[in-house]
């Protein structure tokens, strides 16, 4: 086929196109000039078929199948006493990625106190979805008070940061985006984003139904302890409280709270967020857990004593019950290096 397609080439198209393959300006006979041109454009297609060149340039692959496997076992390593936390972002993803059509962006909301690991999970959903992981093009940490530290300019960032998000995603369709410290940010930017979070086909040729939005913020972590505390003194165990113990009781406490980024956002109103994700206070044990995943990382032999000893260094509230650590297991790795 290809050889009799090359064959028929005329024959100042055959020049050129060898002249330009080989630096020849020889014609060859018509069936070797088919077999070069049916070699030459296999190699051409090899070298910019995506398996060639996304070995050493990042490519968008919108449509590469999710691993769910690997997020799950990454998420059971890595992330501890989040059984909410970690089964919502399962089954969001997972659900979101094998739909080849969703009808919306997937929008997630972290919330908890700091250290509980919500910016752990976001990295880990980063690398899962693209294997540089936070380093990618196609995905975009903004933080509040670095990107957009100034009320007066808030018309400003409106502007930029849509366009920021229409260029990376008519680019990339699978693109991430984290907005961390959410309770910083002025409420009127949430809302320039929330034509991009809508139900909308196209807008201006754009679709953004592939894309990911995560929100980060503190707000809503002390409802989430209250209602933890109350599970506790009830005698009843952590692991049976259920995402709606908690979802309505943030939604509503979200919409409500000046200091939450979302006040009286249209994202809540319209429902524009798929799920409220819950980080729970970390206890005790868990800070060891964390500990000892540090020590693992590091080389080192598993230590429970010295697991323990950490642990202890932290500071835990309320003040009675010492039930909760006060920076989750942020502080962990400075306070193992003085161990160590
Ligand atoms: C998914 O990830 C698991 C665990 O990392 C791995 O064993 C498996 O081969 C992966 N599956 C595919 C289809 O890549
Ligand atoms: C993509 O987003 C980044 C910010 O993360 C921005 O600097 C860049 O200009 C955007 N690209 C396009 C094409 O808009």
Request: hydrophobic content about 40%; charged content about 25%.
């Amino acid at each position: 086929m290809a050889a009799e397609r090359g064959s028929r080439l005329p024959s100042g198209r055959c020049l050129v196109l060898l002249a330009l393959l080989f630096g020849s300006v020889r014609c060859l006979e018509p069936i070797t000039t088919g077999i070069a041109i049916a070699t030459a454009s296999a190699l051409t297609g090899y070298l910019s078929s995506p398996r060639f060149y996304c070995r050493f340039a990042e490519c968008c692959e919108e449509d590469r199948p999710f691993n769910a496997t690997a997020l799950e076992a990454d998420l059971n390593k890595k992330i501890f006493g989040q059984h909410l936390a970690n089964k919502i972002i399962l089954r969001a993803l997972n659900g979101f990625f094998s739909n080849p059509n969703p009808k919306k962006p997937l929008a997630l909301s972290l919330h908890g106190w700091t250290g509980t690991g919500k910016n752990f999970i976001s990295k880990i959903i980063a690398d899962n979805m693209y294997p540089l992981g936070m380093e990618s093009k196609f995905i975009h940490l903004f933080i509040s008070t670095l990107h957009f530290p100034h009320d007066s300019k808030i018309q400003l960032y409106k502007d930029q940061l849509q366009s920021w998000i229409r260029g990376n995603v008519s680019k990339c369709e699978r693109s991430l985006f984290i907005f961390d410290e959410m309770d910083k940010l002025h409420p009127g930017l949430v809302d320039a984003i929330k034509p991009y979070l809508d139900y909308y086909d196209h807008i201006d040729g754009v679709s953004y139904r592939k894309a990911v939005f995560i929100f980060l913020s503190n707000a809503g972590g002390d409802l989430i302890t209250r209602k933890v505390l109350e599970f506790w003194k009830d005698g009843k165990s952590r692991e049976d409280l259920q995402l709606k113990d908690l979802e309505s009781v943030l939604s509503v406490g979200l919409f409500n709270n000046k200091n939450s980024g979302f006040w009286h956002s249209t994202l809540i109103e319209k429902n524009l967020i798929d799920f409220y994700v819950p980080f729970l206070p970390l206890e005790f044990r868990h800070v060891k857990m964390c500990v000892m995943a540090e020590l693992k990382e590091r080389g080192f032999e598993p230590d429970e004593g010295l697991a323990g000893e950490v642990a202890k260094e932290l500071t835990y509230y309320p003040k009675v019950e010492k039930l909760f650590s006060d920076k989750g297991c942020k502080t962990v790795q400075y306070k193992l290096d003085l161990y160590i």
